[in-house]
C-alpha cells in the first residue's frame, strides 16, 4: 500500500501523492526506471563492435542479472504490476519498446551480416526474445528456490541464438543431416545402375552402332544416328 511505501521511505502519506496519483504510478515509474537500465546498458552493448549472437548472450546476462540481483525489483517487475489493468494497456507504448526495438537492432545486425536467417522479423524476434527472459524470470520467483537467476544465461543464450543462426546447409537438396544425405546419395547411385541393367542391351547397340560395328542395328526412327 502508499501507507506501506510512505512508512518504509519515512515520509508522511500526504507527500508520496504530491509525486505520484497511486500506488500504480509508484510501481510504473519503479519499471521505467528498470527499463531505462535495461536500455542504456543495452545500447552500450549494441556499440561494442561484437558479434551479434555475442551481443545477442550479453543482453540475456544482462537482463537476468538485473532482474535477479534485487528480488524485491523483481516481484515488482514480474508479479505486481501484471494485476493492473492499465500498466498492461500501456505495457507496449512504454519504454519496453525501446527495449524491444534494441534487441531488433541486434536481430538486423546478424541477419546484415549472414549470421541469422533473413526471414525472421527483427522486431517479432525481439519479442519473442524478451518473453523467454520474462518467463524464466517469472518462474525463477515463483519457484522461491535459492538458485541465481544468472546460472541459467548460458543455456537459454545457446537456446536463443540457435533459433537465429542460419547455419543450416543443403546437402544433395536435404538440411544438414548426414544420414538423409547419405541415404539420397545411395538412392541416385542405386536407380542408376538399376538403369543401366535394364536398358544395357540398348547400350550395347548404340556402342556397337557407334564404333560401326553394329551394322543390323537400326537408329533410322533416331533423331541422331548412333
Do not use: C
Request: zero cysteines.
Amino acid at each position: 500500500t502508499v501507507s506501506q511505501i510512505a512508512r518504509r521511505a519515512g515520509v508522511a502519506d500526504g507527500t508520496i501523492y504530491l509525486y505520484y496519483k497511486n500506488k500504480e504510478s509508484i510501481l510504473v515509474s519503479v519499471f521505467e526506471r528498470a527499463m531505462d537500465r535495461f536500455i542504456s546498458e543495452g545500447v552500450l552493448k549494441l556499440e561494442n563492435g561484437k558479434e551479434p549472437a555475442e551481443q545477442i548472450a550479453e543482453v540475456v546476462a544482462l537482463h537476468l542479472k538485473l532482474v535477479g540481483e534485487d528480488h524485491d525489483l523483481a516481484v515488482i517487475l514480474q508479479v505486481e504490476l501484471r494485476h493492473s489493468i492499465h500498466f498492461m494497456d500501456m505495457f507496449s507504448r512504454s519504454r519496453l519498446r525501446e527495449y524491444f526495438e534494441v534487441l531488433a537492432r541486434i536481430v538486423a545486425k546478424g541477419q546484415n551480416s549472414g549470421a541469422f536467417r533473413k526471414e525472421l522479423d527483427p522486431l517479432l524476434s525481439a519479442k519473442l526474445i524478451f518473453g523467454v527472459l520474462d518467463q524464466v524470470a517469472t518462474d525463477w520467483i515463483l519457484a522461491d528456490s535459492n538458485s541465481k537467476l544468472s546460472s541459467l544465461v548460458g543455456e537459454i543464450s545457446e537456446i536463443l541464438i540457435a533459433g537465429l543462426k542460419s547455419d543450416q546447409k543443403i546437402i544433395f537438396g536435404v538440411g544438414d543431416f548426414p544420414f538423409l544425405a547419405y541415404q539420397g546419395v545411395g538412392a541416385l547411385i542405386a536407380m542408376v545402375l538399376v538403369s543401366l541393367w535394364v536398358g544395357r542391351e540398348h547400350f550395347r547397340n548404340v556402342f556397337l552402332k557407334a564404333i560401326g560395328r553394329g551394322d543390323d542395328v537400326d537408329d533410322s526412327d533416331e533423331i541422331l544416328s548412333y
